[in-house]
């Protein structure tokens, strides 16, 4: 059965009704904070197994990310727009999960072109299988600020994957972002929050904040994060509250690191259920 985008949007509209939500009566205004306090190291608030790359990025061994780094996870860019397709992606794939390590798929949203046809683009490029999480990364096109994806663009995106594959997309995105704020220092914004009712609502957190004690959206409140991006490629200062070790991995010369928030077992079974496939095969 093919549902229509309006019955996707409504089902999940239903949802998010019934879930706990953020911004309640008597609450105090703000974004909420996504730790109980500063974090000394990566490692003391999740498990730090996940990188995500691109083709500026040079892999030197999988194998050796795996075995020396803890690397269990990647997530490689696939597409950006309509009509950019990472020419690194497959080949890379084919590395990775023959490292034996989990992958995922991420599009880089833009302006230009709907979010439906974005989302066509993006899965032809990632060509998912039952076994890749797939995201998309909502936030300042920094080349091009007017081309930067709209809030109705993604919400058309992640639904349009949706009704093609019956699974949410990750939501990567700074919390200042995601409820409608400007970045500090830009002047930009996405022009409106993303509410509790929201199809990226539902969608799981991939939070970027490269601060020691981050800030969650206001409409994650209550769910809190799935992976945090805690340091950039660049390993500069500004990019990551760890230092310099925090962009070091072995076989990588560079990447963007993440938490993922749970242990070893719980990593393979949320990726597995992301990925939608069933935890218990």
Same mark, same amino acid.
């Given at each position: 059965?093919?549902?229509? *985008?309006?019955?996707?949007i409504?089902?999940l509209?239903?949802?998010a009704?019934?879930?706990?939500?953020?911004?309640?009566?008597?609450?105090?205004?703000?974004?909420?904070?996504? @730790?109980?306090?500063?974090?000394?190291?990566?490692?003391?608030?999740?498990?730090?197994?996940?990188?995500?790359?691109?083709?500026?990025d040079?892999?030197t061994?999988?194998?050796?990310?795996?075995?020396?780094?803890?690397?269990?996870?990647?997530v490689h860019?696939?597409?950006?727009?309509?009509?950019?397709?990472?020419?690194?992606?497959?080949?890379?794939?084919?590395?990775?999960?023959?490292?034996?390590?989990l992958?995922?798929?991420?599009?880089?949203? @833009?302006?230009?072109?709907?979010?439906?046809?974005?989302?066509?683009?993006? !899965?032809?490029?990632?060509?998912?299988?039952?076994?890749?999480?797939?995201?998309?990364d909502?936030?300042?096109?920094?080349?091009?600020?007017?081309?930067?994806?709209? !809030?109705?663009?993604?919400?058309?995106?992640?639904?349009?994957? =949706?009704?093609?594959?019956?699974?949410?997309?990750?939501?990567?995105?700074?919390?200042?972002?995601?409820?409608?704020?400007?970045?500090?220092? @830009?002047?930009?914004?996405?022009?409106?929050?993303?509410?509790?009712?929201?199809?990226?609502?539902?969608?799981?957190?991939?939070?970027?904040?490269?601060?020691?004690?981050?800030?969650?959206? *206001? +409409?994650?409140?209550?769910?809190g994060?799935?992976?945090?991006?805690?340091?950039?490629?660049?390993?500069?200062?500004?990019?990551?509250?760890?230092?310099?070790l925090?962009?070091a991995?072995?076989?990588?010369?560079?990447?963007?690191?993440?938490?993922?928030?749970?242990?070893w077992?719980? =990593?393979?079974?949320?990726w597995?259920?992301?990925?939608?496939?069933? +935890?218990?095969g």
């Amino acid at each position: 059965m093919r549902l229509s *985008r309006r019955e996707v949007i409504g089902g999940l509209a239903g949802l998010a009704a019934v879930m706990p939500l953020a911004g309640c009566a008597g609450q105090v205004p703000g974004r909420p904070r996504a @730790t109980a306090g500063p974090v000394m190291n990566p490692g003391d608030y999740g498990l730090d197994a996940v990188i995500d790359i691109n083709h500026n990025d040079i892999v030197t061994d999988f194998i050796t990310a795996r075995l020396s780094g803890n690397v269990r996870g990647v997530v490689h860019k696939a597409s950006e727009g309509n009509d950019w397709f990472d020419p690194l992606y497959q080949q890379r794939r084919q590395e990775a999960e023959a490292a034996g390590l989990l992958w995922g798929a991420y599009h880089f949203g @833009t302006r230009q072109h709907s979010g439906a046809e974005q989302a066509a683009a993006f !899965l032809t490029a990632a060509q998912p299988g039952p076994a890749t999480l797939l995201a998309l990364d909502l936030e300042l096109n920094e080349r091009i600020p007017s081309n930067s994806m709209t !809030l109705l663009q993604a919400e058309d995106f992640v639904a349009a994957v =949706l009704m093609a594959t019956g699974r949410l997309p990750m939501l990567y995105v700074r919390p200042a972002w995601a409820d409608g704020d400007p970045l500090p220092g @830009t002047g930009y914004s996405l022009g409106g929050a993303i509410g509790p009712n929201s199809v990226l609502a539902q969608c799981d957190l991939w939070l970027a904040d490269y601060r020691v004690d981050p800030e969650l959206p *206001r +409409s994650w409140a209550a769910r809190g994060w799935r992976l945090w991006q805690y340091a950039g490629d660049s390993g500069a200062e500004g990019s990551g509250p760890f230092g310099p070790l925090a962009h070091a991995v072995a076989g990588v010369d560079r990447c963007d690191r993440n938490l993922f928030r749970g242990d070893w077992p719980a =990593l393979a079974s949320f990726w597995a259920g992301a990925a939608g496939v069933s +935890s218990a095969g």
